[in-house]
């Protein structure tokens, strides 16, 4: 009878689902890494931990955000041309210091494009070979640099610029490089 028992118990916990909104790995990983970031920002300069001065400095921090970051800003309304505002879903459970997993779980079940939001990966300029690449990734490259290529108009001309500012955005990379 026992052992008849404990079957049906270890039978019934293998039919109950666990739990289905747990981030798996490398999930929500702009969602995660901005809010433990901002999270950190907020311990740092010593922030009083209420919604409303939390919304506050969420649309500051927004203010600077670029790339996916931005993107993440936009989709919780942190942003001003954001269409929704879900930024409270942020605030509340940061003021009670709720860990920035769980908020990305709730805000993935209130819009699922906040989890879909992944970093680029970023090109090693040590060893890359920029005749290679596109010139779609030479044109990222100095958008991340903050620079632009006026009058560019081949490969070769972005290539140039490239290597022209590298041993200002990248001097590890210009030392490592011998094809220059």
Known sequence: MLCLSGLSVALALTLVPGPAGALKD????????????????LKDNNVNFNSADIEKAIVKTCKDAKG????FCYYIGATSDAATKIINEVSKPLSYHAPVEKICEKLKKK?????ELKYDKQLDLTTVDLKKLKVKDLKKILEEWGESCKGCAEKSDFIRKITEL???????AARARTDL
């Open 111 to 115: 819009d699922s494009q906040i989890c």
């Open 166 to 172: 590298m041993p200002k955005y990248a001097p590890a």
């Open 68 to 71: 996916k970051e931005n993107r």
């Open 26 to 41: 490398g999930e929500c990983e702009v969602c995660v890494s901005f809010l433990n970031k901002f999270y950190q920002s």
